[in-house]
């Protein structure tokens, strides 16, 4: 039972690590909380339903590409859109974050409006599949969540640690004038930024529409990979990783448990805040805050 | 001509005017210095030409084509900087922040060759190629801040207070290695509040005050200017150690102090504090 928990924590913590890595890579570099990044989630799992469900059907690992796909774009605009001229004034990363709760609660009233509070199921894909190792039973969807998310975390690794333009952002989250001063387009820069962190969304969303199901507010749950970020640091790639992780264990440990009786799964979200709360008392930067260590 | 830059006004906000009609020009294979003091407006300077300031008026031009004032821009015409307090990326290695310098560049074995004559130039730097950045001491900053620069193969490359915060043994050498850079065929614009090295290495150079240039001429000469020699190679110094000196009651000739106009120069004193 108990190890049977730890898988599902780390499965769910696995998905919110791919979520907080989103928020982390782009508060690394312009320094703002990006809340619509929740509605970009959100979007991600619609398209996965559109293509999957509603108007056609793409069987799972296409539709899976789509939305990332779909996500990141939505992202680029999302930036080019509400960000980038205040960004280019060099507007304090205040006003980015509040223009990004605009953006966010829009994009889900727009949701709202137009395809309507309805919950959508995407297909079970995994969901109703079950692997047993001895008394364990492990939804195939759980393993695959986590291998993927996992894989594709390793993936942004590479591409932040090989590439050009990785280094480039790695530089930008330091000083992202002088990355400009040594020919770096800052648009195109902030645009590859914000298609990945979109990209990494769009699959999150896709394994939470599978996992629960696809409706307006359910960028909501993305709130939780944002403490995941706090808690590991925000604007660190291996704290988003270890806030998501943790924040999905602690999570799937008091579902489980119970005080004198009554079981303490209500209390679960009570308690994901709570210790935001606590932890920003005690150790605001996280884990692995900028002020810590280096950022990304 | 290699570097033009003509009538550049430059403000912070409404009321700061930064540059006022700032007109110079640098041509191929030259060093050229612009001297002046704390506030005078060099970095300023430095910042537009590289694009990350606009000038409310002004050209800038890069052999009679006007570059516009857009940091990838410039880059992309040959213009490289390297900023005052270097701006290295602490974070990263030292061979990522040199292969940053070459972003723009596609000939991968233009860029090795590259690194191989910046690793002849300051051969500290080929034995700290993974090390990060912030572990170096300043001057091995320095050098790999000009390093970076060197790494877009640039026409022109800008040095904005090579000198700041490093030892006298250091300055040298990071004048000697200018020296170096330019020899091999790459031309230089250095702005400077060491006045003497930056005179020195210089065939021409310019006194920025205020904002405005109001000197240039060749570096030796310059070297010799009275107002110059006060106001920025220290030469005041003296005269206020023999005020000093008749103050307390011992005897003092001014023979060689300098004109009035030196003790008047604005910013006399900030120098003889450097």
């Known amino acids: 039972m108990f190890i049977q928990t730890i898988i599902t924590g780390l499965s769910i913590g696995s998905v919110y690590a791919l979520m907080a890595v989103g928020y982390s890579l782009v508060f690394s570099v312009l320094n703002f909380s990006n809340f619509a990044h929740g509605a970009i989630i959100t979007l991600g799992a619609y398209i996965a339903w559109a293509v999957m469900v509603h108007y056609l059907q793409v069987p799972f690992f296409p539709a899976l590409l789509l939305s990332m796909g779909g996500a990141g774009i939505l992202a680029f605009l999302n930036e080019r859109i509400a960000y980038s001229t205040l960004r280019r004034r060099r507007a304090p990363s205040l006003y980015l974050m509040i223009s990004a709760m605009g953006v966010a609660i829009s994009l889900q009233n727009l949701l709202y409006a137009t395809i309507g509070a309805k919950l959508y199921a995407l297909p079970p894909v995994f969901a109703m599949d079950v692997v047993h190792i001895g008394d364990l039973t492990i939804s195939k969807m759980d393993i695959f969540a986590f291998v993927f998310s996992a894989l594709t975390i390793a993936v942004l690794h590479l591409i932040l640690i090989r590439t050009k333009v990785g280094v480039a952002i790695r530089a930008a989250a330091h000083d992202m004038e002088m990355v400009s001063v040594l020919g770096v387009n800052l648009d195109v820069l902030v645009g590859v930024l914000f298609f990945l962190a979109g990209s990494l969304g769009g699959m999150a969303g896709v394994f939470m529409g599978v996992k629960y199901m696809v409706y307006p507010s359910m960028g909501w749950?993305?709130?939780?990979?944002?403490?995941?970020?706090?808690?590991?640091?925000?604007?660190?790639?291996?704290?988003?990783?270890?806030?998501?992780?943790?924040?999905?264990?602690?999570?799937?440990?008091?579902?489980?448990?119970?005080?004198?009786?009554?079981?303490?799964?209500?209390?679960?979200?009570?308690?994901?805040?709570?210790?935001?709360?606590?932890?920003?008392?005690?150790?605001?930067?996280?884990?692995?805050?900028?002020?810590?260590?280096?950022?990304l | 001509m290699l570097l033009s830059v003509e009538g550049l006004n430059v403000f912070y906000g409404e009321a700061i005017h930064a540059l006022r009609d700032v007109s110079f020009s640098v041509e191929e294979g030259e060093i050229v210095s612009i001297i002046g003091a704390n506030g005078a407006g060099k970095s300023t300077l430095m910042w537009t030409l590289v694009g990350l300031l606009k000038p409310k008026s002004g050209r800038i031009l890069m052999r009679e084509k006007p570059v516009r004032p857009i940091p990838h821009l410039s880059v992309a015409a040959g213009i490289s900087l390297v900023p005052e307090r270097r701006r290295l990326f602490p974070h990263l290695t030292v061979r990522e922040n040199l292969l940053l310098g070459a972003y723009l560049r596609k000939d991968r074995k233009g860029v090795e060759e590259d690194a191989e004559r910046v690793y002849q130039l300051f051969p500290i730097l080929k034995e700290r190629l993974s090390q990060y950045a912030g572990t170096l001491s300043g001057g091995q900053q320095q050098m790999l801040a000009i390093g970076r620069a060197l790494m877009s193969r640039p026409k022109v490359l800008l040095l904005d207070e090579p000198s700041l915060g490093l030892a006298p043994v250091l300055v040298d050498q990071v004048f000697r290695a200018i020296q170096d850079i330019a020899a091999s065929g790459t031309t230089i614009l250095l702005v400077e509040q060491n006045a003497l090295e930056a005179l020195q290495i210089a065939h021409r150079a310019y006194v920025l005050e205020v904002g405005r240039i109001v000197l240039e001429g060749k570096g030796k000469e310059l070297l010799n200017n009275p107002i110059v020699r006060a106001a920025y190679l220290g030469v005041a110094q003296h005269t206020e150690i023999l005020l000093e000196r008749t103050n307390h009651g011992e005897s003092a000739t001014f023979e060689d102090s300098p004109p009035t106009t030196a003790t008047t120069a604005p910013d006399s004193k900030m120098f003889i504090m450097e």
């Open chain 1, 221 to 295: 749950i993305t709130n939780k990979a944002y403490i995941g970020a706090v808690i590991g640091g925000l604007g660190s790639l291996p704290g988003a990783i270890v806030g998501g992780l943790l924040l999905g264990l602690l999570e799937a440990l008091v579902s489980v448990s119970s005080l004198g009786g009554t079981s303490l799964s209500t209390y679960r979200d009570v308690f994901s805040f709570g210790i935001l709360v606590i932890l920003l008392i005690f150790k605001p930067t996280g884990f692995f805050g900028r002020h810590v260590e280096d950022k």
